[in-house]
């Protein structure tokens, strides 16, 4: 990033910021335009109304740009094959039977949630809650009871693994522009999003299923929902249209034509644990490092190190599970090759908003916004962990999408984070949580999983504000005070 001493004063550096941001959402909310040529073009302008040297405004937007791609596009498009190798083979539907079976019916809602959460450390909310959706279905209907009895405990699962947990491209996102240890964010992901989804998501779900009777709907007399015995990967034609589209459709034809067996249910929480446990092992091994435990120049450390990056964990889960989802189960190479070709095209746009949200924290950066902003904040003592909340819930609320929010909170508090002394890693990973926490709450009519929720449970608009939008809500402020408490402590 190239090195620009400020043109202006704090008020006026201050000023742009904000019309930057009003202009920002003027541009998706009003105007339509799409996030990613939003982004770029009020960089463009930011750096101009900053008077960033006319010679130097490309190379920061380009700097930005690229440093948040460099890990941002391996960590998403690696998470989404693995997502789609465990959708496509039925991983989904082995996860909630085996652990109905274990937790019985009776606390059905408690295995699908758990079955989901496990299930959405790699897939997408919407393509994990549309996959999910037909299990909900059958349960919900086999079992009786209002459908956001079972409902809620899931898309409250997949929406808190979706903000909270790397390598969703949100969290990663975030991280990444504010120099977060991935590993770290993801233990404290874990820690805070575990409690929160159950107090948020599955109790409130059993309330929301007392107080609300939401039948069952009436798309389980099309056949389209699917039942224990079914084939498992009957559930290609009943994605979202993103994943239906994404890639080419005839790995899923050929897939559903053989037939394989599903995988077992001890195979796929093996999948899902292999790359929590390599990161771990690096976030351990560096720790201990760090501590003068173990030597962090002997080999077996450097080794430990390696195969336990977010990058390298992530591509050798992918690999194994091509093996043991794909090849061992029938398909061949050229099938497993489409099948994993298919998860990347829902992405794309996706990894492009995050690199131009790192763009915008670039010019902000390069700008000297982030030191005034820094210095406002320390004259008003908010602080930092709090004001990325507040930022972050202002813009969840104006624009809706989380991942925006996300990128777009990270990128405006880069430079303060940069400028405030004394945070030290554990912060910056609960700063991330505090910015994931405030861009999940108050999901309503601008959010797309807003209108996802409302359409398939079929649901009005008013009961979807009173179940989904609270459960959002509680999740967002359950999940942003337990990392303030713990910001407090560690």
């Given at each position: 990033?190239?090195?620009?001493?400020?043109?202006?004063?704090?008020?006026?550096?201050?000023?742009?910021?904000?019309?930057?941001?009003?202009?920002?959402?003027?541009?998706?909310?009003?105007?339509?335009?799409?996030?990613?040529l939003a982004l770029v073009l009020v960089s463009l302008l930011t750096a101009l109304a900053a008077r960033v040297p006319v010679a130097d405004v490309v190379t920061t937007l380009t700097t930005g740009f690229g440093s948040t791609l460099a890990n941002v596009a391996l960590l998403v498009g690696l998470g989404a094959m693995l997502g789609r190798l465990l959708e496509h083979s039925g991983g989904a539907q082995v996860l909630a039977d085996s652990l109905i079976r274990r937790f019985g019916e009776k606390r059905a809602?408690?295995?699908?949630?758990?079955?989901?959460?496990?299930?959405?450390?790699?897939?997408?909310?919407?393509?994990?809650?549309?996959?999910?959706?037909?299990?909900?279905?059958?349960?919900?209907?086999?079992?009786?009871?209002?459908?956001?009895?079972?409902?809620?405990?899931?898309?409250?699962?997949?929406?808190?693994?979706?903000?909270?947990?790397?390598?969703?491209?949100?969290?990663?996102?975030a991280a990444e522009l504010i120099g977060a240890d991935i590993g770290l964010t993801l233990v404290f992901g874990l820690l805070v999003g575990l409690p929160t989804w159950y107090l948020g998501g599955y109790l409130f779900g059993l309330w929301a299923g007392r107080r609300y009777d939401v039948a069952v709907p009436d798309i389980l007399a099309d056949g389209s929902p699917r039942t224990a015995d079914d084939e498992p990967d009957s559930s290609v034609e009943g994605t979202s249209p993103a994943i239906a589209s994404g890639g080419s459709s005839a790995g899923a034809r050929t897939g559903t034509a053989t037939r394989p067996a599903p995988p077992r249910f001890g195979t796929v929480v093996g999948i899902l644990l292999l790359p929590l446990v390599l990161i771990f092992l690096n976030t351990g091994l560096s720790t201990l490092a760090s501590a003068g435990v173990v030597d962090d120049s002997s080999v077996v450390v450097q080794a430990g190190q390696l195969v336990g990056a977010t990058p390298v964990a992530l591509l050798i889960t992918v690999l194994v599970a091509s093996v043991v989802l794909g090849l061992r189960r029938g398909q061949s190479g050229?099938?497993?090759?489409?099948?994993?070709?298919?998860?990347?095209?829902?992405?794309?746009?996706?990894?492009?908003?995050?690199?131009?949200?790192?763009?915008?924290?670039?010019?902000?950066?390069?700008?000297?916004?982030?030191?005034?902003?820094?210095?406002?904040?320390?004259?008003?003592?908010?602080?930092?962990?709090?004001?990325?909340?507040?930022?972050?819930?202002?813009?969840?609320?104006?624009?809706?999408?989380?991942t925006v929010a996300l990128t777009t909170t990270a990128g405006l508090m880069a430079p303060v984070i940069e400028a405030s002394d004394g945070l030290t890693s554990i912060d910056l990973a609960?700063?991330?949580?505090?910015?994931?926490?405030?861009?999940?709450?108050?999901?309503?009519?601008?959010?797309?999983?807003?209108?996802?929720?409302?359409?398939?449970?079929?649901?009005?608009?008013?009961?979807?504000?009173?179940?989904?939008?609270?459960?959002?809500?509680?999740?967002?402020?359950?999940?942003?005070?337990?990392?303030?408490?713990?910001?407090?402590?560690?």
């Open positions: 990033m190239p090195e620009v001493e400020p043109a202006l004063g704090a008020g006026p550096l201050l000023l742009i910021a904000a019309a930057a941001v009003g202009v920002l959402l003027f541009l998706i909310m009003k105007l339509k335009l799409h996030a990613f809602p408690l295995a699908l949630g758990v079955a989901a959460l496990l299930f959405g450390f790699p897939i997408f909310f919407d393509a994990g809650l549309v996959v999910f959706l037909p299990i909900v279905f059958t349960v919900a209907a086999r079992l009786g009871g209002s459908l956001l009895t079972y409902g809620l405990p899931v898309a409250g699962a997949f929406a808190v693994m979706h903000a909270f947990v790397p390598p969703h491209p949100g969290p990663v996102a050229a099938q497993v090759e489409s099948i994993v070709n298919s998860a990347l095209g829902p992405v794309c746009a996706i990894i492009l908003i995050t690199g131009a949200g790192g763009m915008f924290g670039g010019v902000l950066r390069a700008s000297g916004i982030g030191t005034a902003l820094a210095d406002v904040l320390g004259d008003i003592g908010l602080p930092v962990i709090v004001a990325a909340f507040v930022v972050s819930v202002l813009l969840r609320i104006a624009q809706g999408s989380a609960l700063i991330v949580i505090a910015i994931a926490a405030g861009a999940t709450v108050l999901s309503h009519v601008n959010d797309s999983g807003f209108w996802l929720v409302s359409r398939f449970f079929q649901m009005d608009e008013k009961t979807t504000l009173k179940t989904w939008t609270v459960m959002e809500t509680l999740l967002g402020t359950i999940g942003f005070a337990l990392a303030l408490v713990l910001s407090l402590f560690l």
